[in-house]
């Protein structure tokens, strides 16, 4: 009894928190997920009966999404794919568990989020972490050398995640990713030049494009006294950079990870450093940095790779950041991460008066990626290597960003493609406007009609209004008899009789797009 008063006294908490966030009108997602807890608890209470209550709801940091959601997702995709194809890119897809041995190791800190599945008789199993894994997995089995690639797919990941933030365990990567040997630094350009068009495309608002390069990085390590072996795991603790300050990461290096006082010291020196192509010179004459082959390779490397960018004419969004770590074993050069600096969801205008604001400021990291030469080479037999660069766009924040922004803008989303909606305005016509919606869908033009034998005019009008129809195909006895149908602007109300033979022609003509 005593653990079912407890179970109440928490139900009435979590009640509480609830209705705090519902008055201060917190985001949709924040109180979906709190509303989640309240039905958890409320289900470990049980039944009058004392069984366990089912909860109907989503599984933890996944979400469902609707038709309005899914038609903001689909021009999203279409934005990020016309980029991709754009730049000579093919599809490919893989399946969405791996063997467990074909993603471990590859994560370094991260592992622990992977998504172990039970063993189905005698494979052992793992739900795929990354889109970059199993694309070098197929790359080695298929002894493929040259591929320009683009996925679009579902990742998992045993995070807690932050699903106000855009933050999940089941969501969306698109990556593209260019795999051959070819001269240093122009894919890893273009890669960053379709970040830029992406995000300049998709008018999210303001962003940096931060890149670096892991020889920079061990080079950095190895001069300010890391032992060999810390490299990976300091390197993950600086990649933290952008979630904390300075003085918790030195923390988390002299204290849990044993690196001296001394060494991080001298790595949050380095790290404090943003510029262009001006730093990696300076840099270059650094009487620490430059006693590393490693780091020299990279400066000189990140000074190309801005000569390309200026070509591009993208070298106003990129700067090059020492801090810039990107945690994944995998990556061997260059590296970047793209970030929102302020997002376009003004105050005042976001529907929880706003929240908005300071949520997508907080957006943080939008896309990301870097040159991975060895990662191919750990699947073949031979260790032949297959040098690879890749870009991975966070779908889901991008996303997040942009159903806040329909939600704040008074625009509405059309959540269907119908052009032309096919009504009577008299009873007993339905095999009349059957025969001309199937002429309509013949002549390939979206149409519907409303499933009734007998529907009022008006029904089908507010049908249009409301799903954004613009055109309404009026049948009558008149309009029968003449060889005619009447066509309605939705939006003007404006009536026009047009003959059968012209429909179709009539239809194209009004809705093509200037």
């Known amino acids: 009894m005593e653990d079912k008063a407890q179970i109440q006294d928490a139900i009435k908490v979590q ?23 309240l039905l958890e608890l409320k289900a470990q209470l049980g039944g009058d009966d004392g069984k366990h209550q089912f909860v109907l709801k989503t599984a933890k940091g996944t979400r469902d999404y609707n038709p309005k959601q899914m038609a903001i997702r689909e021009k999203v995709f279409n934005i990020i794919t016309s980029s991709f194809r754009r730049h ?24 622990k989020l992977i998504y172990d599945l039970k063993d189905q008789g005698g494979e052992l199993l793992s739900l795929r972490y990354d889109l970059t894994v199993p694309f070098a997995r197929y790359l080695a089995m298929n002894k493929i050398t040259n591929i320009k690639r683009y996925h679009i797919a579902k990742v998992y990941r045993r995070d807690n995640p932050a699903m106000t933030r855009g933050r999940y365990r089941e969501f969306y990567q698109c990556d593209f990713d260019i795999a051959g040997q070819y001269d240093a630094m122009i894919p890893d350009a273009e890669c960053l030049k379709i970040v830029h068009e ?49 003085e918790e990461v030195k923390k988390e290096m002299v204290g849990e990870k044993g690196l001296s006082e001394e060494a991080a010291d001298q790595i949050g020196e380095y ?100 040159r991975y030469d060895g990662l191919v080479g750990m699947f073949d037999p031979k260790g032949r290597k297959v040098p690879c660069v890749g870009v991975s766009i966070g779908i889901e924040r991008i996303f997040s960003i942009m159903e806040q922004k329909a939600e704040a803008s008074a625009e509405k989303v059309r959540t269907t493609e119908v052009q032309v909606m096919v009504a009577s305005a008299q009873k007993n016509l339905l095999e009349e406007r059957l025969k001309l919606v199937t002429e309509l869908w013949n002549a390939d033009i979206k149409a519907e009609v ?65």
């Open 15 to 37: 009640g509480e928190v609830v209705r705090k966030l519902k008055t201060e009108k917190a985001s949709k997602e924040q109180i979906e997920e709190e509303v989640a807890k």
């Open 88 to 111: 000579g890119a093919e599809t490919i897809d893989t399946p969405v568990f791996e063997l467990k041995e074909t993603l471990t190791g590859k994560y370094g800190e991260d592992s």
């Open 198 to 246: 992406i995000l300049s495309q998709l008018d999210l608002g303001e962003f940096r494009i931060k890149v670096n390069d892991r020889r920079i990085l061990d080079g950095m390590f190895a001069v300010c006294g890391v032992p060999d072996d810390k490299f990976r795991t300091i390197c993950s603790t600086v990649d933290k950079l952008d979630k904390m300050p300075w």
């Open 271 to 370: 790290v404090s450093m943003q510029g262009g192509m001006d730093l990696a010179e300076r840099l270059l004459q650094d009487q620490k940095m430059s006693q590393s082959k490693l780091a020299c390779a990279g400066l000189s490397d990140i000074k190309l790779l801005f000569t390309y960018l200026q070509l591009f004419q993208v070298t106003d969004k990129v700067v090059f950041d020492l801090s810039l770590a990107r945690g994944l074993d995998y990556y061997t050069g260059i590296i970047y991460e793209a970030v929102l600096t302020q997002a376009r969801v003004a105050a005042g205008d976001a529907p929880n008066g706003g929240a908005a604001a300071e949520d997508s400021v907080s957006v943080g990291s939008v896309a990301g990626g870097g």
């Open 450 to 514: 409303l499933y009734k034998k007998n529907p009022k005019l008006l029904s089908q009008l507010q049908h249009c209004e409301e799903s954004g129809i613009p055109l309404v195909a009026i049948l009558g006895e008149q309009e029968l008899k003449d060889g005619v149908v009447k066509l309605r602007d939705v939006a003007t109300r404006e009536e026009a009789d047009v003959s059968r033979a012209d429909l179709i022609q009539e239809i194209r003509r009004r809705t093509s797009r200037p």
